[in-house]
């Protein structure tokens, strides 16, 4: 499995996992966190079901990706847009397509992976989800109430949607320590006085399992590893007792031996905290592990969604295929190489209609010329692929000639279990 250890360094809890195309982990299900009780972790129907998509056209279907839970989302993302506009020379306007139309919902309790590869829109979507940057359309809702823009408005936002990033180095300052670090947010944001903040930082850090806190409150960060760093940038945003944590790639630049225990920790979180968590990864193996549901990114759009077990065990599109096809299974004697079937595309100028078909071993006439809108193909798995249209004329399913559908299909595609996924009809 990618990048997820079978064991780790002491002050990491360990757990026991398997590859995401060899099964669910032997102790820790993910069924056994989606089986929760607890209002976030309640069956029943969506409030935001998928509606019957239209054959044609950009996503304008009305479906939210995101774990199905009755009543209102912690945070929701509606037709969000983001086009970044750069200098192409002599005066001409282009733009970077990073985001098109996507809406999310993060229900409390529940975590949402995002995956895909690199440059796909991942971080982009994140960022516009904490209000760093402005979306070009679209908008994003905190408990169904529209974010404001004012000062107090952003103050609440700020304080109820916390982001952990990448490298825990560069989100704490050199040359404070841990101290500082946790008690800054808790006078900014809570009236506690100086012995209940004493008290509180001692069990921020209790929360993210480091004991006895006495021992890190005077560290630098320079003193801690990687793993324990990544501890305090998430205890610094539980001071402020978040609704929301977006976490892009927090373990991938961890040492492998310690991933697993910041994994544990966003799962515990999860439930202990009632956490809307989005957890944004090129690693689709670590979201089976972590996630109740996957959404799958591709050139800037959404292109598979639905629940973690279904999208990683019944992939229904061509690209979740081919991720999954790259992510080391011990099953496997061999591992496919993802590159070997071409790079993400230019978002500047993006490819017509699918923007995968360029790279896609099934590519037919119409995957060039009209973008596939998603499509219920199982419970709450949405997948935008042509080849789940029923309707198509003969000369639109004419094989479409790219330097990927030149090559033999990989036998591990071909094998794939296709339930609702792409079968040419
Ligand atoms: N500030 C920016 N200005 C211009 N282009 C950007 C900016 N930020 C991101 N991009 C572009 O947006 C696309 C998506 O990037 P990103 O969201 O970082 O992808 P990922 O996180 O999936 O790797 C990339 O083509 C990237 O170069
Ligand atoms: S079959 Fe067509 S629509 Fe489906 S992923 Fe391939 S190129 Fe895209
Ligand atoms: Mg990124």
Request: aromatic fraction near 6%.
């Given at each position: 499995m990618t990048g997820i250890p079978e064991s780790a360094e002491p002050a990491e809890p360990t757990q026991p996992v398997r590859g995401a195309g060899s099964g669910r982990p032997a102790e820790r299900t993910p069924g056994a966190h989606r089986a929760r009780s607890g209002p976030a972790a309640q069956s029943g129907p969506s409030t935001y079901s998928a509606s019957s998509a239209p054959a044609t056209g950009s996503d304008q279907s009305g479906i939210v990706h995101g774990p199905r839970r009755p009543g209102i989302p912690?945070?929701?993302?509606?037709?969000?847009?983001?086009?970044?506009?750069?200098?192409a020379g002599f005066g001409s306007a282009q733009v970077v397509h990073a985001v098109e139309d996507i809406s999310i919902a993060l229900p409390a309790g529940t975590v949402t992976a995002v995956v895909g590869e690199s440059g796909s829109g991942k971080s982009t979507l994140a960022r516009l989800l904490t209000g760093l940057i402005k979306p070009t359309a679209g908008e994003v809702l905190l408990d169904g109430v529209p974010v404001g823009t004012g000062a107090k408005a952003r103050r609440q936002y700020t304080s109820s949607v916390h982001l952990v990033l990448q490298d825990p180095f560069s989100s704490l300052n050199a040359v404070h320590t841990v101290r500082y670090h946790l008690e800054r947010p808790l006078k900014l944001h809570t009236k506690l006085n100086r012995a209940e903040r004493a008290q509180k930082m001692r069990e921020l850090l209790e929360r993210v399992s480091l004991t006895p806190?006495?021992?890190?409150?005077?560290?630098?960060p320079h003193e801690l590893s990687g793993g324990q760093r990544q501890r305090i940038a998430i205890a610094r945003g539980l001071a402020v007792q978040p609704r929301v944590l977006l976490a892009d790639e927090p373990v991938s630049m961890l040492d492998v031996s310690i991933r697993l225990g910041v994994l544990n920790l966003l799962d515990?979180?999860?439930?202990?905290?009632?956490?809307?968590?989005?957890y944004v990864t090129h690693d689709i193996a670590s979201a089976r592990y972590l996630a109740d549901c996957i959404v799958v990114m591709y050139a800037g759009q959404v292109v598979e969604s639905g629940p973690a077990e279904k999208i990683t065990d019944e992939p229904a599109h061509p690209y979740t295929q081919l991720l999954l096809s790259a992510a080391p299974d011990p099953a496997r004697a061999e591992t496919p190489v993802l590159a070997g079937r071409?790079?993400?595309?230019?978002?500047?100028?993006?490819?017509?209609?699918?923007?995968?078909?360029?790279?896609?071993p099934?590519?037919?006439?119409?995957?060039?010329?009209?973008?596939?809108?998603?499509?219920?193909?199982?419970?709450?798995?949405v997948s935008a692929?042509?080849?789940?249209?029923?309707?198509l004329r003969e000369d639109q399913r004419a094989p479409l000639v790219t330097a990927a559908a030149a090559d033999p299909?990989?036998?591990?595609?071909?094998?794939?279990?296709?339930?609702?996924?792409?079968?040419?009809?």
């Open positions: 912690a945070l929701e993302a509606r037709h969000l847009v983001k086009h970044f506009p750069i200098r806190a006495d021992n890190y409150l005077d560290k630098y515990d979180l999860r439930s202990g905290e009632n956490l809307a968590t989005l071409g790079a993400p595309p230019s978002l500047v100028t993006p490819p017509s209609g699918c923007r995968f078909h360029p790279r896609c099934f590519a037919m006439a119409v995957c060039a010329d009209a973008t596939p809108a998603p499509r219920q193909v199982g419970d709450d798995h692929c042509w080849l789940h249209a029923t309707d299909v990989p036998a591990v595609l071909a094998a794939q279990p296709s339930q609702g996924g792409p079968q040419a009809e």
